[in-house]
Structures are given as C-alpha cells and as structure tokens.
C-alpha cells in the first residue's frame, strides 16, 4: 500500500506516529512547534497560554 503525501499535514502525523511513546504520550519537538519563532501563544480551555524560549534555550509558559 501506497500513502499519498498531501502536504505537510501528512508529514506531521507521519512523524508523531515514529514517535510517539508507549505510554501514549504525545511527543512534538520544540523546533517544530516554533518553526524559527522565540514564542508561541497557546490557547488552552479558552485561555491563552505564552511558551516562550530564553536566551539560555530554556522553556517558560506564562499566562
């Protein structure tokens, strides 16, 4: 069986899939989540969430 690549939507669950964790955890590297950016705005239950990198390269979520 073939799977037809539809765009990079496809790539993404491609890799989610080799690595997700058996515990079931999702796993979603940093540099795919802010794609060249220093911070993300996530929206979590109807409130926004900022993940910001540091100049150390460390992660801090604020609200």
């Known amino acids: 069986m073939v799977m037809e690549n539809k765009g990079p939507l496809d790539a993404i669950a491609q890799d989610e899939a080799k690595d997700r964790l058996p515990q079931g955890k999702r796993r979603i590297k940093s540099s795919f989540l802010f794609q060249g950016r220093r911070e993300v705005v996530i929206v979590h239950e109807e409130e926004e969430y ?5 100049r150390n390269g460390k992660l801090i979520l604020t609200k």
Do not use: P, S
């Open 50 to 54: 900022i993940l910001r990198i540091t």
